[in-house]
């Protein structure tokens, strides 16, 4: 079975950063992409990041220039490294991961269990 873990969620004060881990198990083969959502209270789920297989990001314009993501293939995990955060970016993050299981000629989305991000003074 695939899982994705995330970690590294938690409270920091404004203008301060956070690292954000996703651990895909090693099930997951043929990584396609990872990507990073989040979604506020009575906000729509919204995409924060992506990178694809090629290296290729992209990002919200809301976080541009403060968020980056970043992949390791050889532990199959991606990382979303947050500066100078907002109270705006106050939301639970999840992690999406495309690709293959072992074994299988079949591609499908996983989703993490998400982890809190809370920016307040």
């Known amino acids: 079975q695939v899982q994705l873990v995330e970690s590294g969620g938690g409270l920091v004060q404004p203008g301060g950063s956070l690292r954000l881990s996703c651990a895909a198990s090693a099930t997951l083969v043929s990584l396609y992409s990872m990507a990073w959502y989040r979604q506020a209270p009575g906000e729509q789920r919204e995409l924060v990041a992506e990178?694809?297989?090629?290296?290729?990001?992209n990002y919200a314009d809301s976080v541009k220039g403060r968020f980056t993501i970043s992949r390791d293939a050889a532990k199959n995990t991606a990382y979303l490294q947050m500066n100078n955060l907002k109270p705006e970016d106050t939301a639970v993050y999840y992690c999406k991961a495309d690709g293959r299981p072992r074994g299988s000629v079949d591609r499908w989305n996983y989703w993490g269990q998400g982890t809190q991000v809370t920016v307040s003074s």
């Open positions: 990178i694809t297989s090629d290296g290729s990001t």
